[in-house]
């Protein structure tokens, strides 16, 4: 995952840039980066933030920095901001999405006539490099732009400096979202909402799907009209976006009070049951109060997430690293654990490492019952669109291993939309298997249908393949 912030004022752009690109630290781990224009022309910054949070590694840079127009990116994977120089000019460019065909494109660029591409550790391309490379096929910036996301199989939003504005562009079926700020000094442009609240702008308005603008201190003018089709990821609101964002007019929160509400209505728990209902910190907290307040059991929390020094559970490349920060975060308050029986509200199963041993922590402190019930359905698919997950493989994933288990190497994807079913009697059976290898007194997942209903948007605006694996 990734996330992306600029800003182009009638004064210096700095200030908003650094912290408006900070607060999208919780969507990456790996990498960030800014870059301004300014008097001196193009100056640009990036860093290794595994570890040491971004305001540490860019406080002197900051110092250093001047402009009126400027962009910004925390990244999983490649470092970013780019500066390129092409016929276009000189510019600037940052990237968050997935290309499936990269290599493909990489190949057919070569093939062309292009000189090289920088190799990452691992071999890998910079897949910012590359969506570069495409744009520069082009005759002009907007063609280029328009080119790169229809070339491109995943998806691709993204912001372009040059000395005269900031080209926008979101992806072409808007699965990751653009929001434009505004303020009497300028614009900005944000992957979160809230990231430029406290600094003074207010919402002005979205980018559609696909759609191509261009910002600069006096407007944001549409070059390319959106698209009518959106599926923007769903998994925006149950676990990556903060919980003081929104999308689409939707906000994460509200949803996620909404999701454990409806999770409660379906269940029907009652306090004769359970002692008290509680969430995994961060992101189930919120679907964790919507339970509680819908079945009428008390919610608390038997584990306090240690946030200072940790900010997130898979900071770490190695799995084995991040299953043990994330069992380094938790704090337990033995007073809320011992004797009750507990039921936890996680945003989601992926490989089911870290619940399992937030399972048998619970135990070892004296649970009596944990009884597990996460915010969405099993995540049946890999991701193709956004890099959710660093999983290489989507056997990784628990609900696939026990597929595999019950039915053998090759399945079919007519039987794997069966699993996918929650009133089939293979579903059952898979919950079963699940709720068995990682040791929960019970294991119920949200519904689909309720979860959907819980963003509120029409079902065709919104991507669930990773759960149904429909496109």
Same mark, same amino acid.
């Given at each position: 995952?990734?996330?992306?912030?600029?800003?182009?004022?009638?004064?210096?752009?700095?200030?908003?840039?650094?912290?408006?690109?900070?607060?999208?630290?919780?969507?990456?781990?790996?990498?960030?980066?800014?870059?301004?224009?300014?008097?001196?022309?193009?100056?640009?910054?990036?860093?290794?933030?595994?570890?040491?949070?971004?305001?540490?590694?860019?406080?002197?840079?900051?110092?250093?920095?001047?402009?009126?127009?400027?962009?910004?990116?925390?990244?999983?994977?490649?470092?970013?901001?780019?500066?390129?120089?092409?016929?276009?000019?000189?510019?600037?460019?940052?990237?968050?999405?997935?290309?499936?065909?990269?290599?493909?494109?990489?190949?057919?660029?070569?093939?062309?006539?292009?000189?090289?591409?920088?190799?990452?550790?691992?071999?890998?391309?910079?897949?910012?490099?590359?969506?570069?490379?495409?744009?520069?096929?082009?005759?002009?910036?907007?063609?280029?732009?328009?080119?790169?996301?229809?070339?491109?199989?995943?998806?691709?939003?993204?912001?372009?400096?040059?000395?005269?504005?900031?080209?926008?562009?979101?992806?072409?079926?808007?699965?990751?979202?653009?929001?434009?700020?505004?303020?009497?000094?300028?614009?900005?442009?944000?992957?979160?909402?809230?990231?430029?609240?406290?600094?003074?702008?207010?919402?002005?308005?979205?980018?559609?799907?696909?759609?191509?603008?261009?910002?600069?201190?006096?407007?944001?003018?549409?070059?390319?009209?959106?698209?009518?089709?959106?599926?923007?990821?769903?998994?925006?609101?149950?676990?990556?976006?903060?919980?003081? $964002?929104?999308? !689409?007019?939707? @906000?994460?929160?509200?949803? *996620?009070?909404?999701? /454990?509400?409806?999770?409660? =209505?379906?269940?029907?728990?009652?306090?004769?049951?359970?002692?008290?209902?509680?969430?995994?910190?961060?992101?189930?907290?919120?679907?964790?109060?919507?339970?509680?307040?819908?079945?009428?059991?008390?919610?608390?929390?038997?584990?306090?997430?240690?946030?200072?020094?940790?900010?997130?559970?898979?900071?770490?490349?190695?799995?084995?690293?991040?299953?043990?920060?994330?069992?380094?975060?938790?704090?337990?308050?033995?007073?809320?654990?011992?004797?009750?029986?507990?039921?936890?509200?996680?945003?989601?199963?992926?490989?089911?490492t870290q619940l399992r041993?937030?399972?048998?922590?619970?135990?070892?402190?004296?649970?009596?019952?944990?009884?597990?019930?996460?915010?969405?359905?099993?995540?049946?698919?890999?991701?193709?669109?956004?890099?959710f997950s660093r999983s290489? $493989?989507?056997? !990784?994933?628990? @609900?696939?291993?026990?597929? *595999?288990?019950?039915? /053998?190497?090759?399945?079919? =994807?007519?039987?794997?939309?069966?699993?996918?079913?929650?009133?089939?009697?293979?579903?059952?059976?898979?919950?079963?298997?699940?709720?068995?290898?990682?040791?929960?007194?019970?294991?119920?997942?949200?519904?689909?249908?309720?979860?959907?209903?819980?963003?509120?948007?029409?079902?065709?605006?919104?991507?669930?393949?990773?759960?149904?694996?429909?496109?």
């Amino acid at each position: 995952m990734g996330g992306i912030f600029a800003s182009a004022l009638k004064e210096d752009c700095v200030f908003d840039l650094f912290f408006g690109t900070d607060y999208h630290s919780h969507l990456g781990t790996r990498r960030a980066g800014m870059a301004v224009y300014g008097k001196g022309g193009f100056n640009r910054a990036i860093h290794n933030i595994e570890n040491s949070p971004f305001r540490t590694k860019f406080a002197d840079d900051v110092k250093q920095m001047e402009g009126c127009l400027g962009i910004g990116c925390i990244s999983d994977y490649e470092p970013q901001p780019l500066i390129v120089r092409s016929h276009h000019g000189t510019y600037a460019i940052t990237t968050v999405g997935r290309i499936n065909n990269l290599n493909v494109l990489a190949d057919r660029i070569l093939e062309r006539g292009g000189r090289q591409f920088m190799e990452m550790s691992g071999g890998s391309i910079n897949a910012t490099e590359l969506v570069a490379s495409l744009i520069n096929e082009k005759e002009n910036l907007i063609e280029g732009i328009r080119y790169a996301q229809e070339m491109i199989d995943g998806s691709m939003t993204l912001m372009l400096l040059t000395p005269q504005g900031i080209y926008l562009s979101r992806d072409k079926l808007g699965r990751t979202p653009i929001m434009i700020g505004r303020k009497e000094e300028g614009f900005c442009a944000s992957f979160e909402s809230f990231a430029y609240l406290n600094l003074g702008y207010q919402d002005f308005r979205q980018l559609g799907p696909g759609e191509i603008a261009v910002m600069t201190p006096d407007g944001v003018s549409t070059l390319s009209a959106p698209g009518n089709t959106m599926r923007i990821c769903t998994f925006l609101w149950v676990y990556y976006g903060y919980p003081s $964002s929104g999308y !689409e007019g939707v @906000s994460v929160e509200a949803m *996620r009070v909404r999701c /454990g509400q409806l999770l409660a =209505r379906r269940d029907q728990m009652t306090r004769t049951d359970i002692d008290s209902v509680a969430g995994v910190p961060d992101s189930g907290t919120a679907h964790a109060v919507g339970y509680a307040n819908e079945s009428g059991i008390p919610f608390s929390r038997p584990f306090i997430k240690y946030t200072p020094t940790w900010p997130r559970s898979f900071m770490p490349t190695l799995q084995k690293k991040r299953d043990l920060i994330a069992k380094m975060k938790l704090i337990p308050v033995h007073e809320l654990i011992h004797g009750q029986r507990l039921l936890l509200i996680d945003d989601s199963i992926v490989r089911g490492t870290q619940l399992r041993e937030t399972t048998e922590f619970l135990y070892r402190s004296g649970a009596k019952e944990v009884h597990v019930r996460p915010a969405c359905p099993p995540i049946m698919f890999g991701c193709k669109y956004i890099n959710f997950s660093r999983s290489t $493989s989507e056997m !990784e994933l628990i @609900s696939r291993r026990k597929i *595999r288990e019950l039915e /053998g190497e090759n399945v079919s =994807r007519e039987i794997l939309y069966e699993y996918a079913n929650p009133d089939s009697e293979r579903y059952q059976r898979m919950l079963e298997a699940i709720c068995a290898e990682l040791g929960f007194t019970s294991l119920r997942y949200n519904r689909l249908d309720d979860m959907l209903n819980a963003v509120g948007l029409p079902q065709e605006q919104l991507c669930t393949y990773c759960w149904n694996g429909r496109e």
